[in-house]
Each structure stands twice: as structure tokens, then as C-alpha cells.
């Protein structure tokens, strides 16, 4: 047995679902993440490069480390249409991993976007063209290719577990992780609530207080709150 | 006397004269704040979810626990027509504790928008809503509704003191509380010193320097300037 | 010899040729960051404060200290057209040490743009000026005017050294310094590679992978990588 | 009415209780902090500068500009036997603004300790006086006497409001703020609570379980905690 | 198939080979990081409380909320002697969810460490006792009990994937994760290593150059290395 | 001319002079700091790895790229008794590039200590070695050999200018650099600032106050200080 998964690439990877993964693009991050029970979450620091950037899909995951970018280029490879490459750094570092010509490679390979806990760059050149980018930073810093690190083992990016296949959607609140087992039920669970809210929002909008929609004036009174004047 | 303002809600705060907040509405931030003295600042790490969010109006305290949104909806039955709710926590914490349900109630109630030293989500619905919300972070975390902080007691938001009832002016450039006592006081000066500006930017457009303008040239030499070829 | 460079103002300074300028105002920062071997960036803190932000010109640098903006307005009478001003600080400091004002200021007086490792405020209208600006923060903090600091010595600006002359060339990826002897070289190094990108984009988005037009393969091998299925 | 407290030196400020400070120099940070309800703490953040450092006085704050110290001589004055100064800085900086000198100083006036939100120097010096200081920073870097600030009025230090005469007790636990009005009661709580916990402890020691010692088993339960083999 | 891994406490882990832990302690966490192929390591803000303090065992894992310790109660039942507690958070938190009664209770367990990416508070108390901790923070900021986490679900630990019954391994340098799987494997490793860096460091100390030692030059000169004079 | 300095060692480098830095080593880093005008300090994140570490030698330079300790070797060799190597990192990492092997290598080829804007390791074997080192973290993750770098050219360290043979002193306090020259000057000046202090503090001792003893009451007036009761 390997003590660590360095210089491996695997090929052939059990990628989540495919209808479920259509029907989790239709939710939120937010609402997602609340129906598997709120975990999933990657860390508030990876934000959209660009206002409105937002993905679904089945991750390809990559380890690099700090300021070399070569596994991303042997990941290109390993992109089927659908797919959106994860990338964890062994170390935390913000350089420019990643740039136009990447993602027009990523994207003639089917990629669909990418989330890396690191840094990107060309920002202007990936907004035109509408490549969904979800980083740590932004940053011009090139990287070298040098060191070996993986394609498709499982990583941990930006406080979250990824394995590859499993679900990742990002969207303007952030990015969650859905492991390819619970896809599906996940995918139900979000439909339930988002319905939910639906009507929820109509009655908040009609002036009923969340204190009576949901019930919680006792349990207020219960744990001791007192109104004074 | 209480050693702490735990589990309390004020129902009847006193809030800053209307025609004061009408008038500090007039005013950018930066300006009150440099007419007050250069005082009554958040950090600059509070910043609008969206570019070009604003609201001036009397802030309804709230006190919460990390990870925990429970007081938030407490807070939204004690919001009256023109109030803005200022968010502290007891300890720093990114959760995404207000949404666009939270921001539906809220409008409903008459608030005009949100001040938090913690996280919030549904960034896409929020500022479709065009309400504007002045936050440490954005993020999809949920929180629970399990322990009790207070509402309109003096908090401590993202380092600034704020009483229920003062006045919470917010925009591009950040946030600044007004006391309510002196609310009329600054209007006052904010619009002096805003009038001044504009002459002030006219000369500085045809070129007069403000080494001239603002006669700095004899205070430097006699600070020790020493001009080299 | 003195021992520091504080309370100076050169006034002759050497620009960078005014050609070299011109040419590597049509590249981009992380082009000319890598045509220069990977060199010269600022730290990534350094964002610009509005989406499209860009700027390229020669450095007239000053030097300030912690909330105290004194410095600006002697730096105004050394920009001449074509000058951007570099602003460092003697320690870390987020203070809103420029606003709209000082922008008019600059401009009348030639100056395209500024980068500070400071805060700027009135954002709202220096990018109704689309006055470029390059800060790590924006905070309506007022400063005073008490101190002196310098104008035009070399001073280490967001972890980049920067001599007065440099080209700083700064666009949505972030803050690159060419020094001024190097200039032309810079820009016929950056239109090299400039062009050179333009091919490998086509062979990308045609489907080629990097791994071949790169010709990585061996390299990787030689590493050990391992494909596993 | 002013806008600001700018510029002040209040003299006469009503120090807590001496008999309530004594009473409180005996329990630690966290057990005041625990008996007042978990409230009253500053940002930790907020570190001794060497191990074991620990005060409990009565406060005389100073209100601070960044990279200024002027206010601290100022504040030399109004120190009593069993003050310890608490300096705020209008915004964050780490600068070195206290060093053996004014330790010296302030010991010669009565002063006990510092708790300064900013950056302190001579970190031998001060240990080898064993003069206790909490900081957010150690910085050799000097600092100017400029602008005004202000001595005894209210400020928020990391994150706590602190009125002169309140009392602040440190450790290496951190710093917490006890009002002057609730001194002695805070002081019986945490008296109460200390010897509440020497049983406790014992018990524990012994073996029992929290979950026992603390009756949790039915709350868990109850929120639907499950064991699983 | 659940979700999630809230609100469960598995009672039955296979903890790693006792005789592996026993090896491992013999060896620091930078010398089994390198054996294990540089894999395994939290991020460095991990730090031991009091200087010196290093631990070594098999991992009990725990999964909590911000500001809510209530399942360290429920996982000092599951410690058995040789244990590690090894704590994890939603979201990063540095409140301070373990002191010396936890500690006292840990250790009559069995529990030989604290491992938390969180906050920890009665230092004083917990160096006195030799109770190796490393934490994120120290802070006096009490928690609340109120909402279920996990007891020995797989966790992300600072950075790292830790499943229960790991073996973890503290010391000055930082905290290291070895799957109980290759416990044995990485053990022989390090063994192997720290003899070698016996000899190495002989080397190195009679004068021989690392350069030459690890026979670099060639290397260094195929790169492209010059010198100058 | 080359556009940049990678890929180079400089050989002969011009040292401070010996009796100059000498004479530096006996004073303190935040006495030399002033003494130069309050100029040269590194940033306050550089901290010394164990108490009471302090060096003061001449700088060898190292620029080295994130998670690569390869020119760590190389510069070993240039290395003279009385020198001190300073590390500087091409962008921000805390990877731990330096141990115990590495600084036995440097003391046997005159090494005093290491400065180093970067990680380091072993800190309880160096300690042991009482081999001085400042740092920005501690972290045992290792590094690779793959990317040249260069040693004894200029580098930006912690937001300071270094040149080779420069002389740098670290103490408790921080990291000062003094240009070779003017490190007789700068000896020369802390000297007579030292002998200053020693009668200021007896005087302070005295219970005389620094508002007495700088005269700091007139211009505190004029500058508008009120005393009020």
C-alpha cells in the first residue's frame, strides 16, 4: 500500500450521476448545501472571478504544489464534457496557476469550469469568455512545472473533502461538494426545500414574521428572552 | 444591575431625528465621517455584496452568537419603517446568518437594509432585490437557531460603537455610525464641508495645486522638506 | 551619506523611454511579468477598485507614513503626463489616504493613475472619473497631514521595489514594475510572447492538448508518473 | 454637544471599587469572563508579550492614532496606583508605540500594566522588568508625536468597549473588561464559579463523565444524538 | 445513504497497530511528514500551547459548531488510553472550547492530547499539567452546549483528512496524520530516515557542502546556474 | 543587460565593514532603527523561532521560489564567517525550507543565523543548537530542488531592501537592515541614542514625566488638548 498518492493519475473515475447532476444545476449553493444538512462547503474565501460566474459538474480533481501548475496541464487530459477540475495545493499559495490558454484547453476538452485553492490570472480574457472561475486569489504570478502531483486522488480544497466524480456547484454564494453517492437525494432534498421557499417568501412579503412562521415565540420564551421597554 | 445584556429585546429605543437622517442621507460616507472629526468608522473590512449598495437610516441592534441567526429574526418584528439592523457577534464568525428570505421580512417590516459583522448568502437574489447589505463575508454556511443574544442593546460592529436609534450611513466607501444626539450636527457640517469640496474640486481641476490651496508650502519647509535635483 | 531618505523631494527624475511606454501599455501585466522572466510584481492584495481598471505609466514614488496622507499633495506638483504615482507606506496601513480630490488633482497635472499600498475612498467617483486606482483597500478613513515622508526615492511598494522612472503597468490581474532601463526589452520580450500566445490559444481551443504542444510527456514520464486505471 | 472626543484629557474619572479589583485580581480571564455572563472579552488577538505576564487594575484609556504615540506621555499624567493603561487606535496598526521607557514611566506613576491594541518594543527590557503588557503586536518600529488623540474617554479595544475606571484583568487566556458598575458582583460570581469548579474537577479526575457529572445524556438524546457500532 | 455524519457517535474504531504508534513517537513530525512522501501535514497555524509539548496516538475524531463544545463532553466517553482527541469545525471559530476540566476529564479517560482547530483557554492550568494541546488560537471566549456535531466521523482537520483511529503526531514543528493503514509502513520509513540524517548531519558539521554531499552541482549547472564575480 | 537576476550567485560581495558591525551587535534593533531615522525594519510577522534569539553579521542574499529550498544549498557555499543568510521568497509561502541538517551546514561555513521570509523546521534541534533564526512560520513541510533561484542579488525580505553585505540585525523586536554604507554611521548614532536613554530613564524612574522631560506641554496646548474634569 502507497503511503500517499503522488505522482498518479487515474483514468478511469466513477463520475456522479448525470441526471442528477442536471437537476442539481437548478439550485443555489446555499440551498444545496442546506438540504444534505449543511456540510459540503468549501471555505468563504473561494470566491467568483467575475459577478455571476456559476457551475455544475463532476469534479476532476488535481494536487499540485505551491507555484507549479504542470498537473493541471496533465489534467486537461483526463476532462470529459461535463467535468470540472478541482484543484488543492499541498501548501497554501496564490499564484497564477491558471489562464486563458488553459481554460481554452480545458474548455475544448469539455471542461466546464474550475475551482482551484490558488490563485488565477488573465481575469479579463476569462470573463469574456464567460469561463466560470471560482480562486482563492488573483494573482499574474507565473508558476514553473517541475514537481509531480496527481490527477483524480482524492484531495482537500479549501477545507473541503473532494473525491473525483463527485458534484461540485458553485454559484455567487460560494462552493459545495456533493459525493457522487448522494447526488441524487441531494438533488431531491434541494427541490423540496427550494419549493418551500417559494412559499415562504410570499408570506414574509405579506408581513408575517418568521417568529410565527416558523413557530418559534416559545421556544424564544422557553430559552428566557425577555422584552423590556 | 445585569452583568450583561444577554436575552433581552428593547421594544422602545429612541431614534435619531427624522429630518437629520433625511439630511445625513445626502452625504457620503466619507464626508460625515470627516465632518464628525474622523470618527465613527467600521473596519474596511465590511463592504457592500453589491456595487453601488446604500442605505442611511436609524440602526436596530442585534447580538448574536457565532454560527447561531436566532436574534435575526427577533429583530425583524422590532424594525420600524426607515430602520437599518446593524449585526454584532460575539466572537468573529463568517456564517451566512441572513438571506433573501431574512431581507423579505425585513423590507416588509420597513427596513431598509443590513449592517452584519458576519456572513451572509443568496447574493444573486439580494441584489436583485437591490437590498443593500454591508457584510465581513459572503458565504453559503447555514447557522442554527439554538441561543439567545439580544436585540437594541449597545454592540460593538466590526470595532465601532453603535446604540440603538443612531444613525448607520453606508456606501462604496464603508460604513459610519452617527451618534443620534448629534445626528443634526453633522448633517450640518457634512453639508458645509461638501459645498466646500466643490470649489475646491474646481480649482484643483484648473490646475492650482493643493500645496498652494491649502498653503502647505510654509508648514513643510518649516517641517525640514528638502527639494533635490 | 544620509542614512535614510526621508524628507526629500527629487524633482529630475529619469523616465523610461517614452516609446518603451507606449509599447508595453498594449500588454498585459502577466505577460510582461513572465516576458521579464517572472519579475516585478506587487503582492495580489493590489486590486484594482473598479472591474476594468487599467493603467500604464511612469512612476513618480512617494513615500508616507501610517494616516498621514502630507505627501500626496507635494507628490502632485512632480507628476508630469504620462505619470502614474506609486505610493508606499512605512508600515501597513489601510487608511483612506486619497479620494477624489487628489484624483482631479493628479489628473490636471498629467498624472494617469495611482497604486498605493494604502486605502483610497470615494470610489463611487474616482470610477465615475474612471480614474484607475490599484490599493489593498478601500476604507473612507480620513488622514492628517503632519509628517513628511518623500517624493521620487526608491521605496518597496506591496513587496516590488520601485524606482522613480519605473514603468508600473497594472490592469485586472494586478501590479507589475519594469524598471526603466529594461523597458524596451520588457515590451519587445512581452509583443514576442504576445504573439506566441495567439498560436497556442488555436491549437488549444482546436483540441491539441499542452501536454503534446508543450511536448511534456517524456518530462513526465521521466518524473514517474503513473496513468492507473 | 460634541461630535467626537477628540482632544480631551478627563482628569476625575471614577475608578472601580478597590476592594472589587482586589477581589477580581484572583480569578482568572476566563472564569470573570464565564461569570459575567460570557461577555466583556477582547479580540485574542490580543497576546502577553511574555509567558506568565498577567495584571488586573483599573483602567485609563488612550485613544491613539496610527504610527502616534504622543497620547501616551499625555497619559503618563493621569495614571493612579493600580491603573493599568488601555490604549485604542483609531485604526489598526502595529507600530511600536511603547517600550522600556514609558514602562519605566508608567511604573514610577503607579501604572501596573498595558493593554495596548497595537504594537509594542523593548520585549526584553520589559520582561526582564517583568512589566506585564498585552498587545496585538511586537514591533520595533518608532512611532511620531503628531496629532491628538485623547485620554479617558471611551474607546472599543479589540472589540471591547472599555470606559475609564472599568476594570481589566489579564492573562494568558487573554484580556476581559469588567464595568466598574458590576465589579464586586462580577467578582462573587467568578469567586462562586472557581470553587464550583475545584469540585468539578475533582469529580473529573476521578473519572466521571462530563455527560454524567453535567446530566447531558437526555439532552442529546433528545436532539436526536445516535450511537452506532 | 445519509447526507451527512451529524449528530452520530461510532463507538467501534480500528485504531492503528500499537506497536506503530509506539515506533512513530519515537520520531519528530517533519521526519515522518518526509518518510510518508511530504503528505499528511496540517496547515502551520496549528500550534502547541506551551513550548515543548508534543504527543503522539491514535485519533479520536470530533466534528463541532462555532462557539458550541457540547460534543468534546460526548467524546471523552469514547477515549480510550493512547488516544488523541482531534477536533474539527464547521467553520473556522477560535472560541475557546477546551480548558483544564476538559483536560482533567481527557486524561482520566485515557486521552494523552488535544488537537483542535479551534480555540483553547486555561493555558496556565493545562501547562502545569503537561497536557500536550495544539490549537488554532487561545482564547477565553466561552461555548455553548446546543447543537450535535460527531463523534469518529472522518473529519478535515486544518487542512487535513483525519479518520478515526489515525495516528496523529504532535511537536514543535506541527501536527502530522498517518492513516492507521500505513502506520507500520511510515514508521519503518522514518526510522530509516532519521538514520540517515545522522550521518548527514556529521557531514555536514566536518564542513562538506550539501552541494556536494547530495551531488547537486550537475544539476544545478544543467538548470542553468551562473556565477559570477 | 538581463531583465532579470534569477539563475545567478554573485560571488565576491562587498561586506559591511567588520568594526562597524561590530559595534552594531551591541545594541538593540529598535535603537538602530531610530538611530537611522526609523527606517529598514522588516515586517513585525518576522519572529524569532525560540526566545532570546537575536544575530547581527552581513547579509548573503537567497531568492528562492515557493516550496523550493534548492539555493538554500547553494548559498551554504557562499557563506563567510560573520554572515547571515536572508531568504527571500518569490511570493508568500510558509513551506518549512530550513532545519537542523541546513544550519549545521551553515555554522560550519561561518554561518551566524538565518532571516528568512519563508517556514523552517526542527525548531527544538535548533534551539538546542541555539542557531538564531526569524522566520514567518514554522511549518514542517518540506521543500523541493527544482527551480533555480539566485543568492547575493538584491531581494525584497518582509517588505525590506537587502543587498548583499548589508548588515542585519534581529533581536526580540524584529528585523533591522543597515546598508553597508552607512553601518558606521547607523553604529555610531545608536550609540549616542543609547547612552541618551539610560539618563532618560533614571530621570522617568524619578517619577519625572516624558511630558516634563521632552517639553511636550506647549505644543500640546497649542495643538488644542484640553484638560477637562
Known sequence: MSMNNLGIVK???????????????????????????????????????????????????????????????????????????????????????????????????????LVIDAGVRDVKDLTAMQFPVFSRAISAKGTVKATLGSVNVPVVCAGALVNPGDVVVAD????????????RQAADAAEAREANEADKRAKLAAGVLGLDMYKMREALEKAGLKYVD
Open 11 to 113: 483514468r478511469n473515475i466513477v463520475r456522479a450521476d448525470e441526471a442528477a447532476v442536471a437537476k442539481l444545476s437548478r439550485f443555489g449553493v446555499a440551498s444545496i448545501h442546506e438540504a444534505m444538512g449543511r456540510v459540503g462547503l468549501m471555505k468563504p474565501y473561494m470566491r467568483p472571478i467575475y459577478t455571476g460566474a456559476n457551475v455544475c459538474g463532476t469534479a476532476v480533481t488535481v494536487l499540485v504544489h505551491p507555484g507549479d501548475n504542470w498537473m493541471l496541464h496533465v489534467a486537461a487530459e483526463q476532462l470529459r464534457p461535463g467535468d470540472v477540475a478541482v484543484v488543492a495545493c499541498t501548501t497554501d499559495n496564490e499564484d497564477g496557476m491558471f489562464g486563458d490558454l488553459l481554460a481554452t484547453s480545458f474548455r475544448a476538452c469539455g471542461g466546464l469550469g
Open 172 to 183: 455567487d454564494d460560494g462552493v459545495v461538494v456533493v459525493p457522487a453517492a448522494v447526488a
